[in-house]
C-alpha cells in the first residue's frame, strides 16, 4: 500500500520545538500522518518536492502546531447555573461541595444520562474545541462514581475520538469526590477504585492515565497514594488535581510518582515548585476556572519560571468551575490573569500540553511527529492569546489530513 505524500508551501510556521525556530517561507512534507520534512521551501530536497504529489498553498499564513487541551472534563449531563448564582453571592465552591453541591449534584444527572445523551451533549462542546484549532483532547471520567457508570463515560470518550478528527487521551478520576453511597467510607472507596475499578477498565482499553483530587473536599495525599501505587503497578502514567483550594502537598506526592502533570496549583510554594522541576512534572495553569470561582490567589507562574517547571494552558472544561471549551479564551485568561508570555502561552498550548497528557511526538512541527497543524489568520503568533473571543484559526490538518477550513488550498 502506497503512503501519500502531500506538500504544503508558502507558510510563517512557528515549530513550537523548544528552539524558538520560525520559518519565512516555510514547507511541510507529510506522508501519511507524519511529518517527513519541515524547513524553508527553498531548502526543499528535489526528490520529495516530485511533481506527483499533492500540493497544497498556505497563502503566507501562520502555521502552529495543533492544539492540545491537556485537562478537560467535556463529558457531563446537566449544568450547574444555579450554583453560580451562588457563587456570584459570596458562597464558596468548598461550601457548595461541602453541602453536597458542586461535582456530585453532576454526578447524579451523568448518572442519569445515557451514553448516547452524554456523547450528544460532549459532541457539541468537542465540535466547538475542533474549530478552534483542538487536535488532541484530554477527557476525564470523574462524574459518575459506580464502575458502571465510569465507564460509560470512558466508552463516550472513546467514541469521540472514533468520529471526530481529533486524538482522544483518556484520564480515570473516579477519585473525584465521594459518593454518597460510600459515606464515612473513603477509605473502602478508595480501595474499591484502586483494586477493581481500575484494572477491569484498564483491561477494556478505556484508560489511558489515572488521575486524583487531592483537596481538603475530597482525597487526602495518604487515599491518593494508595490509588497512585495500584497505576503505577498497572504502568499507567498519573496526573494529580493539586494545591487548587490549600497546599496538602499534592504535587510532591504526585512528583515522587513521576506524575506527568499536577493542574490547578494556585497554593503551590517553592519546594512543590522544585520537586515538580526535578520530576520533569508540567504545571498544567486552568485561568478560566480561576476567573469563574473569583479567585484572588493565582499560580505561582514567577515560581514554575525560576524552577524550570513546564507551563501548560487547558481550558477544564467543566459545568462547575469552568462552563467553557474554549482553549483560546483560556489562552488570552493565561496572559491577562497569570501574565504569561505569548510565547510561554504558545508553549502552554502545544509542546508542554502534550507532555502534561502523554501525547507522544504531538505538540511540535518536526521530522517524525505527528502532522497536525493549524493555519492561522494572524499577523504574528502573538495573536493567537491576544484576540479575546475571536477564533483566528481557519484551517486544521490532523495527521496530514485537511479536516476544516479551506485557506489551505490545493495546489
Known amino acids: 500500500m502506497t503512503v501519500s505524500r502531500r506538500i504544503w508551501r508558502n507558510g ?23 511529518i517527513e520534512w519541515i524547513g524553508e521551501a527553498r ?25 492540545i487541551d491537556c485537562h478537560t472534563h467535556l463529558i457531563f449531563a446537566a449544568n450547574r447555573a444555579s450554583e453560580w448564582r451562588e457563587l456570584l453571592d459570596g458562597v464558596t465552591y468548598e461550601e457548595i461541595a461541602k453541602r453536597g453541591g458542586g461535582i456530585l449534584s453532576t ?62 487521551r483518556t484520564t480515570f478520576l473516579a477519585a473525584h469526590a465521594l459518593p454518597p453511597e460510600f459515606s464515612g467510607r473513603a477509605d473502602v472507596y478508595i480501595d474499591t477504585i484502586a483494586q477493581e475499578w481500575l484494572p477491569a477498565l484498564h483491561a477494556e482499553g478505556l484508560v489511558d492515565a489515572v488521575d486524583v483530587f487531592c ?25 494529580m488535581h493539586a494545591e487548587q483550594l490549600s497546599n496538602l502537598g499534592a504535587s510532591q506526592l504526585g512528583a515522587r510518582y513521576g506524575a506527568l502533570s499536577c493542574d490547578h496549583l494556585e497554593h503551590t510554594n517553592e519546594e512543590d515548585a522544585r520537586a515538580m522541576a526535578q520530576a520533569g512534572t508540567v504545571a498544567v495553569l486552568l485561568p478560566i476556572a480561576f476567573l469563574h470561582l473569583g479567585e484572588t490567589r493565582s499560580p505561582p507562574v514567577a515560581l514554575f519560571r525560576r524552577c524550570g517547571v513546564p507551563m501548560a494552558v487547558a481550558s477544564d472544561c467543566n459545568p462547575g468551575s469552568a462552563p467553557s471549551s474554549s482553549l483560546q479564551l483560556a489562552a488570552a485568561l493565561a496572559t491577562r490573569l497569570f501574565r504569561l508570555t505569548p510565547a510561554e502561552t504558545l508553549a502552554g498550548l502545544t509542546r508542554h500540553a502534550a507532555k502534561a497528557c502523554g501525547a507522544r511526538d504531538r505538540g511540535v512541527l518536526q521530522p ?32 496530514g489530513e485537511l479536516t476544516m477550513g479551506s485557506s489551505a488550498r490545493g495546489a
Do not use: H
Open 12 to 34: 510563517r510556521i512557528a515549530t513550537c520545538d523548544g528552539t524558538g525556530r520560525q520559518l519565512i517561507d516555510g514547507a511541510i512534507v507529510t506522508r501519511g500522518d507524519r
Open 43 to 67: 531548502d526543499l530536497p528535489e526528490a520529495l518536492g516530485a511533481r506527483d504529489c499533492a500540493q497544497f498553498d498556505l497563502q503566507g499564513r501562520w502555521v502552529t502546531p495543533g492544539l
Open 107 to 168: 454526578v447524579k444527572a451523568t448518572r442519569a444520562a445515557s451514553e448516547e445523551e452524554l456523547f450528544e451533549q460532549a459532541a457539541v462542546r468537542l465540535q466547538g474545541s475542533l474549530r478552534e484549532g483542538v487536535t488532541t483532547i484530554e477527557i476525564k471520567s470523574g462524574y459518575g462514581l459506580t464502575l458502571a457508570d465510569e465507564r460509560k463515560m470512558l466508552r463516550v470518550a472513546r467514541e469521540l475520538g472514533r468520529i471526530y478528527p481529533v486524538t482522544v
Open 215 to 239: 483537596e481538603r473536599i475530597a482525597f487526602t495525599p495518604a487515599q491518593a497514594e494508595r490509588l497512585l501505587i495500584a497505576a503505577r503497578n498497572l504502568d499507567l502514567p498519573i496526573r
Open 368 to 399: 517524525g511527529a505527528y502532522a497536525d497543524f493549524v493555519v492561522w489568520d494572524v499577523q504574528t503568533p502573538e495573536e493567537i492569546p491576544y484576540w479575546i473571543g475571536r477564533n483566528a484559526a481557519v484551517a486544521v490538518v490532523r495527521s
